[in-house]
């Protein structure tokens, strides 16, 4: 079983909406998470990371996340049709060990 | 399913000596292969992306003399580290995709400590 679990699979969300993605870890010794976003035919690319409590904003993203139940989210708002892609998300341990969830795959459509 | 292997999972080197990493992809055709570094505290870095039968994309700050990479087949890589210094400690990821697919299917990873 994926040790950090990704949901849903597969998003479909209106231009201009909200889109909410969901990462949670079974393995209790990670302390950092980090978000992925792949476009179509390109490598991932670091979008956003979380440490602490809390949230985390940087222009239309926002990530939150709860270090007691090891759950992190993104919340993309205003969605653009070039935020379509394949939201990846990856937790670490302190021996810098990633585990990775399998994705979510976002569609905006216009 | 589609997996990639990465070994070794850790290795300790002496500073100035070099290391080789693996990456094997069962399941699928591993088409592009993207190595990645994450030094200590920071967030991944590509290196490379390496495509099958097509020239090996080093980034900026990264060079084929520091990190030559090897992408004989659709279902291996490697890379090495050439001259290990401190800078270089960190997690070294392969991920590996196949023709046309939009999943990268990573490593877990080779951790690399420098002495």
């Known amino acids: 079983q994926q040790k950090v679990q990704q949901s849903p699979e597969s998003l479909i969300v209106p231009e201009g909406g909200m889109a909410s993605l969901n990462c949670t870890s079974s393995d209790r010794n990670v302390d950092y998470f980090w978000w992925y976003r792949q476009h179509s035919g390109k490598s991932p690319k670091m979008l956003m990371?979380?440490?602490s409590n809390g949230e985390k904003e940087e222009g239309r993203f926002t990530v939150h996340l709860n270090k007691a139940s090891l759950h992190t989210s993104l919340h993309i708002r205003d969605s653009q049709p070039s935020d379509s892609a394949l939201y990846l998300c990856a937790a670490s341990k302190s021996n810098y060990q990633l585990i990775w969830g399998s994705g979510t795959k976002l569609i905006i459509k216009p | 399913g589609a997996l990639v292997y990465q070994y070794p999972r850790r290795t300790i080197c002496k500073s100035g000596t070099s290391m080789r990493m693996e990456c094997q992809a069962v399941?699928?055709?591993?088409?592009?292969v993207a190595w990645y570094r994450q030094s200590p505290q920071k967030t991944f870095e590509l290196i490379a992306l390496s495509t099958v039968n097509s020239a090996i994309k080093y980034e900026q700050n990264f060079t084929q003399e520091k990190f030559p990479i090897s992408h004989p087949n659709l279902s291996f890589s490697s890379m090495t580290v050439l001259n290990a210094y401190l800078e270089d400690r960190g997690l070294y990821l392969c991920g590996a995709r196949n023709w046309g697919g939009e999943t990268l299917y990573f490593g877990s990873g080779t951790r690399l400590t420098v002495l």
């Open positions: 990371s979380i440490f």
């Open positions: 399941g699928f055709q591993a088409t592009s």
